[in-house]
């Protein structure tokens, strides 16, 4: 089954979901010393995942369960700071999620006077930013068991999935959280106006209906996957379904769709430069004479899902070479 989209007058039939493109081999973020390429990234992949679940099954789940929740605490640094474009620690979304009377109290003060005076009063930059950390951090745990592959049943990837994480995202921050929008939007930094708010279920329904019928494949590796989730990341973000906060709920649905492949939540980070970088692939990929190949996005998702994975070996001690394949 096809999906519909209107340009203008006219109706263009297409599939949303494809894997008719190549990946990017020497995309235009990395510098010319660096070699790696898609090789590379794929092997090397195999062998710190190996690698990373060799090492949770030699011991105790109660001693990896601290370093999921490290997991976890460095995902919502890095997914709020490349997103925002604000300057988190560690620190900062440690003492955010600690659970002390006085920080609970602290919180339900900060939502009482948004409630109250809404007009009148802004919440302070850091209790914004605080309870930013909680939701999103309660939407992972609420989302993924504490293991790193927990290969999620694709049959729960509904739009109804979606909208729960918005509300729980959105929890005191964003108006008519968990709702689609009513209005009609454009993007910050670009010359785009989002999906019409009359097109957004039926689309929404339609690519996510897509996404369960392709990964539910036991045939589906890994390169085809990143493909997969490369074009329902850049669907999503064009749709843009609700007001606020659809970086996140992106984020999150990206990471479900991907649970049989790699550790989860993926963290889509590079490094400091990662918020242009992440901009400019979704920028990249976009129409071409009829034909969508987000060649780009696909390379920076698989940098991202080996960086995350070479992160926690390193995290966790696991031995590890340099290089297991020479690129």
Avoid at 17 to 46: Q, T
Avoid at 162 to 183: D, E, S, V
Wanted: hydrophobic share 40%.
């Amino acid at each position: 089954m096809e999906s519909q989209i209107v340009k203008g007058n006219n109706t263009i039939s297409y599939e949303m979901l494809h894997s008719k493109f190549d990946i990017l081999n020497k995309p235009w973020w990395r510098n010319s010393i660096d070699e790696r390429d898609v090789k590379y990234f794929i092997l090397n992949l195999e062998y710190l995942q190996k690698a990373i679940s060799l090492a949770v099954n030699k011991n105790d789940a109660l001693f990896w369960k601290g370093y999921i929740d490290l997991h976890y605490e460095n995902y919502t640094l890095e997914c709020i700071s490349s997103e925002s474009d604000v300057d988190l620690s560690i620190d900062f979304v440690q003492k955010s999620l600690k659970k002390s009377w006085f920080h609970k109290m602290k919180m339900f003060l900060n939502w009482s006077y948004r409630k109250i005076f809404t007009k009148c009063l802004k919440p302070e930059r850091s209790s914004f930013l605080a309870k930013k950390v909680q939701n999103l951090h309660k939407a992972i745990t609420n989302t993924f068991p504490p293991v790193f592959f927990p290969n999620l049943p694709i049959e729960h990837f509904t739009p109804s999935f979606a909208q729960q994480l918005h509300l729980q995202i959105g929890n005191g921050l964003i108006n008519n959280a968990g709702q689609y929008r009513t209005r009609f939007v454009m993007a910050a930094q670009d010359n785009l106006v989002y999906l019409t708010p009359d097109l957004i279920e039926n689309r929404m329904n339609e690519l996510f209906r897509q996404c369960r019928e392709k990964f539910e494949r036991t045939d589906l590796q890994l390169k085809e996957a990143i493909k997969f989730g490369a074009c329902f990341l850049s669907h999503f973000l064009l749709i843009h379904p609700f007001m606020n906060g659809n970086g996140r709920v992106a984020r999150l649905l990206l990471s479900y769709l991907l649970s049989r492949f790699t550790v989860v939540p993926l963290s889509l980070y590079i490094g400091t430069k990662t918020r242009d970088v992440y901009l400019q692939c979704l920028r990249e990929a976009q129409w071409s004479q009829g034909s969508f190949k987000p060649s780009v996005l696909e390379s920076f998702i698989l940098e991202c899902i080996y960086m995350t994975s070479y992160n926690l070996c390193v995290v966790m001690d696991i031995e590890i070479q340099d290089s297991v394949i020479e690129s």
